[in-house]
């Protein structure tokens, strides 16, 4: 079985955790309503990155409640510590660093929380199955296991921009050719349940704009960024020259600044219910 490490093809260079960091303003708070915590829960974020969503979860739980942080990078790691020190919350969530081969959780936390959450983790893995077998482990009987992550065939821009479809495809074919799913959040719910978890619900949070949106400029610096940021894996990998690349970067800059631009891209979300009886570590 290929060992489930995660392939992020956009990197952590500090152009990177800049478009993360903005990416979290964006999209936190329709996480959280989804989550729903009431306070108290133990949570376990799977490839929490710069962590912002996870401390976000440690406020929403509150003194009662406990956050653990998982994340491979050490350069994530570090920047999430940093940030954190600078909010004054170095404390509010356990970061460590680990892979989701081999979740660093001690004996005594398997099977102890009630709420395992991952984001934007599975699409970049080569065996979502196993990290998904693993959360489940992680979660108490009952608990809620939570997916989040992307279908890309999913993106639609008007008016559409020739130049930007080749470049597109070729960033979808960069997963295809790392082994890895770029149309996962379809599957989410069946990843559940092949996991041993109850489905509970699924939803999608709408993750687009128009020009004259308030968030239409960051959402269109995001679009534009994950394609900039991956740009040696889609020349490498994705088979788009370069010309062609810069052809559709500038199309798609172009594009934003239309009186009449659209942008409509969703992103799925899938929960499932930890069995009632408990799973060894």
């Known amino acids: 079985m290929t060992p489930p490490v995660s392939d992020y093809l956009h990197g952590t260079a500090p152009a990177e955790q800049r478009r993360l960091s903005a990416l979290n303003g964006l999209l936190n708070a329709r996480s959280l309503q989804r989550l729903a915590l009431r306070g108290g829960?133990?949570?376990?974020?799977?490839?929490c990155g710069l962590a912002q969503l996870s401390r976000a979860m440690a406020r929403a739980a509150g003194?009662?409640?406990?956050?653990?942080?998982?994340?491979?990078?050490?350069?994530?790691?570090?920047?999430?510590?940093?940030?954190?020190?600078?909010?004054?919350?170095?404390?509010?969530v356990d970061l460590r660093r680990g892979?989701?081969?081999?979740?660093?959780?001690?004996?005594?936390?398997?099977?102890?929380?009630?709420v395992v959450h991952a984001r934007f983790l599975l699409e970049h893995v080569p065996d979502p199955e196993a990290v998904v077998a693993a959360m489940v482990r992680a979660a108490r009987p009952g608990g809620r296991i939570v997916l989040e992550d992307d279908d890309h065939d999913l993106?639609?821009?008007?008016?559409?921009?020739?130049?930007?479809?080749?470049?597109?495809?070729?960033?979808?074919?960069?997963?295809?050719?790392?082994?890895?799913?770029?149309?996962?959040?379809?599957?989410?719910?069946?990843?559940?349940?092949?996991?041993?978890?109850?489905?509970?619900?699924?939803?999608?949070?709408?993750?687009g704009g128009c020009a004259g949106s308030p968030e239409f400029a960051a959402l269109c610096d995001?679009?534009?960024g994950i394609l900039a940021g991956a740009r040696q894996a889609i020349v490498t990998l994705g088979g788009l020259d370069e010309a062609r690349?810069?052809?559709?970067?500038a199309a798609l800059t172009a594009w934003g600044k239309r009186p009449d631009a659209a942008l409509w891209y969703c992103t799925f979300w899938a929960e499932g219910i930890a069995p009632a009886a408990g799973r060894p570590a």
């Open 99 to 114: 892979a989701v081969s081999d979740l660093p959780l001690r004996d005594g936390e398997w099977g102890r929380f009630d």
């Open 63 to 92: 003194p009662h409640g406990r956050v653990i942080g998982i994340e491979r990078s050490g350069e994530q790691l570090a920047e999430a510590q940093r940030q954190a020190a600078e909010a004054g919350e170095e404390r509010l």
């Open 155 to 207: 993106l639609r821009l008007w008016p559409e921009v020739r130049e930007a479809v080749p470049l597109w495809l070729a960033y979808i074919q960069t997963y295809a050719a790392s082994g890895c799913d770029p149309f996962i959040g379809r599957r989410l719910v069946a990843l559940l349940h092949g996991a041993g978890a109850a489905p509970a619900r699924n939803h999608w949070n709408f993750f």
């Open 41 to 47: 829960e133990r949570i376990l974020d799977v490839g």
């Open 222 to 224: 995001n679009f534009i």
């Open 245 to 249: 690349f810069d052809a559709g970067i």
